[in-house]
């Protein structure tokens, strides 16, 4: 909200220069965004008296006019209006002049005669374009000629706050508002107006102004006075003045002064051009089903019965209540009548119905945070004010008043120090909340009975009232201290201490870490082999790349990849820990544990890591390395890798990716017997997707089982200081058999003697056979507590050449 | 058999017999295309009678989509086939490299693999352990929470029940699923706080950190995707100096020694009362600078006293504890620190921004 200074001053007398007062309403609460000093309006328009007037010689449709600026010396001036004459005084824009439309006064001659400047009209000094004197505006008869005409009329520089309002402060809503806490904390005076409008006309009518019994829980309070003569009222210049500085163009008396008021007071009014309204009165009713309206913006809207509407008394709707006025109704040049309408809403009703029209108003924004009730009157009588001495006004009516009033609250000085940490007496906190329109009365010991002012709905509860005193007694005073819990000492989970170290070994690899979007587009999915059906959909994305929540981290990251790749980035492994989701019948349950995470009804959602390493050197080898250095650095010793087509029951991170891999080169990570994601090298039409050329690799897994297979902290074993033997034997096998599985059954046979196991050559060759490849194993023997024997080492070998014929058909190839 | 019939049998054994895609694409124009049978007999019937054109247009187009039809579904069934043959074709043992892969102390240890350039964690991650070790040793632990939560904890045991106007102060995005705006990606990490609070009794000492989601259009300040750090405190005695004391201490850890956290009023359903809080600007100490405006102050977050009706709404005794709680963005703390100007190339993940840090 646009706050010009000078207004503030109307309620109180800050006289503190302009920062301090943003300092001072920022610490309020009332966060000032902007700071603009606005210098007088009109630069270069001045006062002058008309001297004389004459007929233009060669035109009739404008004519000369002598003015005196100031020195005492006619100008000639020449004027399409003859509203004016001798002895009048008028605005005279110089030379030089710009004019609030931009046009540049120049010196020129019209139809052979020179003007020597431009009179104006109210409309082109910006006050108002139905302002009620037509033709040149002629000024009040006591100013003084060649001064400016700003500081004539009263308007100098001003300094104007844009300040955000939040939703908790109705009563901000308003410059007086605004004033009334300003005051407070500058410890100043504070007063509303009190208008002093003429007296009610006895031969103009009484408002007939209703509620429908039917709408009586959504219309608090109806007021409506009856103001004639309307036509020729003009507002001050100060009052246009200030709607232009607080953003909103004048247009005529009534509808200045009507804005007028809801700036100043926060009262939303409405005037309806009386001569037009049906029966001559005014109705709140809700709207009947299906009921049409065409509002002040020209477009139709539907109508429903939790809709309030104003109709007129025969029953034709002719505004939404405490949003926007209909078109039918509406004020214009020819208006002469007005019934102004002032009233007080249901906050939830005006919100929703706002909500429904997708309408953002002015009056909508204060009453859906709750209009002051006893404002109404109030502000009545400053509309009539306003409009000055010639309009003719009748009496108000005032139906509803049906708002209940707060019971009074119950203050402790002790809770309010136990919840600010202060010191505050019980006289201190009476006194910073009474400027601020709370009553407080003693209430037994330690405590008050404090009375809510009618503008502050918002204050319902004590803690409400501590908040209240706090910023008024200024939060940079509050002491501070830390809390002084018992000592007790913490640290990360176990879950989130692993899930660093994993982070940090695949660091180690040479990855780095991305983070991508949680959003994802339907074509990112089907680029990258998954199924987009099993996606969880966005009600109202951003745009339609961003409207899936991913069900994996691969598109994320391919994306990333290829980002870098365009912009020559060379070989990269990029890698990434993120919570994925997934439609919660599409996949089985999320393996956990993000704490509250499968509560949410329809939703799975589960923390997965995932790595893609593309360019020169990728391929499936890098990444089951990787994936080997970080399942060797967290001491997953219960993973393995194992083909993918003989899994069970796989998890939803391998189930969902499946297809996002090369089918004969993937390997599916096994917890359990059940695998938790996958390895190995994308599917080759995935990476042309993503424009990635040559084997791209990457692996996926789901983060909770994959930490979950940590060995807890081994029992140290006893290193063997006897010397160890090399056991180099290759087998022969089918390639159907995997290493993996040769690799356990050797170890197995082997038994306690064996140190360690590594393969160290695979051959094929036409020797062979085709479908068949040698794989030879280095087996290290050694004993805890003696040095081996050759009895031994021919004991193992035996047994392992034994087994691996046994399991898998493997022969010992002859070295 | 006529003439179509026997032309579509033709087709039909051409397509039935490839046996590859390769195959099956060559036999296409003989099928059905322009070499075809039905093709020379479509040429012939401009000579015909304009009845007789008609009955045989429309007999040799259906004998063409029976072919068409076939010929795709053929063409899937050796894409597919073609697919594993590839996929046998192809087949690499992956477990081989796993156990080839030598370790110190292995069997093969003594053949060193050249060593790499470590990676970088993301500046995001960076700061966010930092925070979270911050917090730690002042006895905080570090709670998590979902992404996707529903109504109750994102906003109304936070006190905003349907149709709260504070409601509109987040750009909310709603998922399909359950009832129409029953379920949201959590536009703030304050839903961590009903969780922790409906878990278990205080005294809690805890942190949240986690990704967020408004609807807002990225800009250089925004990200519709944030990362947000909550605090939460919970215990007797609990008040808002306490609130000033351990931001002090939080922004003195971060951001140096010197440096001071204010708190503004503001307004949040979830506190009261309520505050921004602000820090000494970390570029010009208080001075005044481009960062901070001039003001010698960068806003960070939110914070307040835990509102009494969050209490109820989690079975908490308001008159017997109080507690605080804030929260701020990870994200804008890290492009502060780094003097980002543009907050959305920490989403690029350009990898010459990634190794900077
Ligand atoms: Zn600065």
Redesign the interface.
């Known amino acids: 909200m646009r706050v010009p200074l000078s207004w503030l001053r109307d309620f109180t007398p800050v006289e503190a220069a302009p920062q301090d007062v943003a300092r001072a309403l ?4 009332l ?1 000032v965004e902007g700071t603009e000093e606005v210098g007088p309006p009109w630069p270069g328009v001045v006062v002058a008296r008309v001297l004389e007037t004459r007929a233009h010689p060669a035109a009739d449709r404008i004519q000369l006019v002598d003015v005196d600026a100031g020195n005492g010396e006619a100008l000639q001036i020449c004027c399409g209006a003859f509203n004016m004459k001798a002895g009048d005084l008028v605005p005279l824009a110089t030379l030089g002049t710009v004019m609030p439309n931009g046009l540049e006064i120049a010196r020129r001659k019209m139809r052979g005669e020179w003007s020597n400047g431009m009179l104006c009209s109210a409309p082109e000094l910006g006050l108002g374009h139905e302002h009620a004197q037509k033709g040149i505006y002629i000024l009040p008869p006591d100013l003084v000629a060649g001064s400016p005409l700003a500081s004539a009329l009263g308007l100098g520089a001003d300094v104007v706050f844009d300040i955000e309002i ?4 109705p009563d901000c809503f308003s410059i007086a508002g605004v004033a009334r806490d300003l005051a407070a904390a500058m410890r100043l005076p504070f007063s509303l107006p009190r208008p002093s409008p003429g007296a009610v006309v006895p031969e103009v009518a009484a408002a007939d102004v209703r509620i429908d019994p039917a709408a009586q829980d959504l219309c608090r309070r109806f007021t409506g006075t009856v103001v004639e003569n309307v036509g020729a009222a003009a507002v001050p210049p100060l009052v246009s003045h200030r709607l232009a500085l607080a953003g909103m163009r004048a247009i005529s008396g009534v509808v200045d002064a009507s804005n007028y008021v809801m700036l100043e007071l926060g009262q939303p009014n409405h005037p309806y051009d009386l001569d037009v309204l049906g029966g001559g009165g005014l109705v709140v009713r809700r709207a009947e089903p299906g009921e049409a309206l065409v509002t002040l913006d020209g477009v139709a809207r539907r109508l429903e019965p939790s809709d309030l509407v104003i109709a007129d008394a025969s029953g034709a709707p002719v505004g939404v209540a405490g949003i926007m006025g209909g078109s039918v109704a509406e004020m214009g040049p020819a208006t002469a009548t007005v019934l102004l309408e002032v009233a007080n809403f249901d ?2 009703a005006v ?2 119905t706002g909500k429904r029209l997708g309408l953002h108003t002015e009056a909508r924004t204060r009453f ?2 709750g209009v002051d009730i006893e404002l109404a009157l109030l502000a009545i009588e400053r509309f009539v004010e306003l409009l000055g001495p010639h309009v003719r006004r009748g009496p108000t009516t005032d139906v509803g008043r049906g708002a209940p009033v707060q019971p009074p609250l119950r203050l402790r000085p002790s809770r309010v120090n ?5 010191e505050l007496s019980g006289e201190e906190c009476r006194a910073l909340l009474a400027p601020l329109g709370f009553v407080s009365e003693a209430d037994g010991e330690d405590a008050f009975s404090v009375r809510v002012p009618s503008w502050r709905p918002d204050c319902t ?1 004590e ?2 009232l ?2 209240e005193v ?2 008024i007694h200024g ?2 005073r ?6 002084s ?1 018992p ?2 000492a ?4 176990a879950y ?1 201490r692993s899930r ?1 170290e994993l ?1 940090d070994a ?14 994802v587009a339907t074509a990112d999915m089907v680029a990258t082999g998954l199924g987009p059906d099993v996606a ?7 745009d339609q790349s ?1 409207s899936l ?1 991913r069900t994996s981290l691969l598109p994320g990251l391919l994306r ?1 990849v290829r ?2 790749r365009e ?1 020559q ?1 060379g070989a ?4 990434e820990l ?2 994925v ?1 997934c ?1 919660a019948e599409a996949v089985p349950a999320a393996p956990g544990p ?4 499968g ?5 799975q ?1 589960w923390e997965q890591v995932a790595l893609v390493v593309a360019g020169e050197g990728a391929g ?2 890098w990444v ?2 990787a ?2 250095v970080l399942r ?1 650095s967290l001491q997953l010793d219960s993973l393995g ?3 993918q087509d003989q899994d069970p029951s796989p998890g939803p991170g391998a189930l969902v990716n499946t297809g996002a891999f ?6 599916a990570v096994i917890a359990d017997s059940s695998p938790i994601g996958l ?3 994308l599917a080759p039409e995935v990476a042309s997707r993503y424009e990635l050329n040559g084997p791209v690799g990457a692996f996926v897994v789901d983060l909770a089982p994959l930490l979950g297979a940590r060995r807890p902290a081994p029992p140290a074993l006893a290193v063997s200081r006897y010397p160890a033997t ?1 056991l180099d034997l290759a087998f022969v096998v089918d ?1 159907g058999v ?4 040769l ?1 356990k059954t050797l170890a197995g046979a082997a038994g306690d003697l064996l ?6 050559d ?1 051959w094929r060759g036409e020797t062979l056979g085709a479908g068949r490849r040698s ?1 030879a ?4 023997l050694r004993a805890g507590e003696r040095t081996l024997t050759e009895a031994d080492v021919s004991r193992v070998m035996a047994a392992v050449v034994q087994a691996a014929a046994d399991g898998h058909g493997a022969v010992l190839r002859q070295a | 058999m006529n003439a179509i019939e026997q032309a579509t049998a033709h087709g039909r054994d051409l397509i039935s017999a490839a046996s590859t895609l390769a195959e099956l694409r060559a036999v296409e124009g003989e099928a059905f295309g322009k070499r075809s049978r039905l093709a020379a007999m479509t040429a012939e019937l401009r000579g015909l009678g304009p009845e007789e054109r008609r009955q045989r247009g429309q007999e040799l187009q259906e004998a063409r989509a029976v072919l068409e039809g076939l010929y795709s579904r053929r063409a899937e069934e050796l894409s597919r086939s073609d697919a594993l043959r590839r996929a046998q074709a192809e087949r690499l043992d992956l477990t081989e490299e796993a156990w080839r892969f030598a370790g110190a102390g292995g069997p093969l240890a003594g053949v060193l693999e050249p060593p790499v350039p470590r990676g970088h964690l993301h500046l995001v991650t960076q700061v966010r352990q930092e925070l979270e070790d911050i917090f730690v040793s002042m006895g905080f632990e570090v709670a998590e929470g979902p992404e996707v939560e529903d109504d109750w904890h994102n906003f109304e045991a936070l006190n905003m029940p349907p149709h709260h106007p504070a409601r509109g102060m987040f750009d909310t995005f709603y998922l399909k699923a359950g009832q129409s705006e029953s379920v949201v990606l959590r536009t703030h990490t304050s839903p961590v706080q009903v969780r922790l609070m409906e878990s278990r009794r205080p005294p809690i000492y805890a942190v949240a950190p986690g990704r967020c989601f408004r609807r807002d259009t990225p800009d250089a300040t925004h990200l519709p995707v944030f990362h947000q750090l909550e605090a939460l405190v919970v215990d007797e005695g609990i008040s808002m100096s306490h609130l000033a004391g351990a931001l002090d201490a939080f922004t003195d850890a971060f951001f140096g020694p010197g440096r001071r956290a204010r708190l503004r009023p503001s307004f949040f359903p979830f506190t009261e009362p309520s505050a921004e809080f602000d820090v000494t600007c970390w570029v010009c100490g208080g001075d005044g600078c481009r960062t901070c405006s001039g003001s010698g102050w960068v806003e960070l977050g939110g914070c307040g006293m835990v509102d009494p009706a969050v209490f109820e709404a989690v079975g908490v005794d308001p008159e017997r504890y109080s507690g605080f709680a804030w929260g701020l963005g990870i994200d804008r703390l890290a492009a502060a620190r780094t003097s980002l100007g543009d907050i959305r190339e920490l989403l690029d993940n350009d990898i010459r921004f990634l190794t900077q840090f």
């Open positions: 920022s610490f309020l609460g966060v939040g939703p908790n402060r906050p939830l919100s929703a859906e945070r136990m919840l600010l940490g202060t509860r803690v409400d501590v908040e706090a910023r939060y940079d509050i002491p501070r201290r830390m809390p819990r000592v007790a913490t640290r990360l989970s989130q660093r982070r695949l660091v180690g690899t040479g990855a780095s870490e991305a983070w991508t979007n949680t959003f969880l959909e966005l009600e109202n994305p951003l961003q929540l990333a980002f870098n912009r980035a990269i492994a990029l890698f993120g919570n989701f439609r993000v704490p509250g995470a509560t949410i009804p329809g939703v959602e499936s080898q089951v390395r994936f080997e060797r890798l194992h083909r090369h089918p004969g080169r993937v390997a390895v190995g090298q090399d390639d995997q290493a993996q599985d690799a140190g360690g196991l590594a393969l160290f695979v794989l194993f280095r087996l290290r």
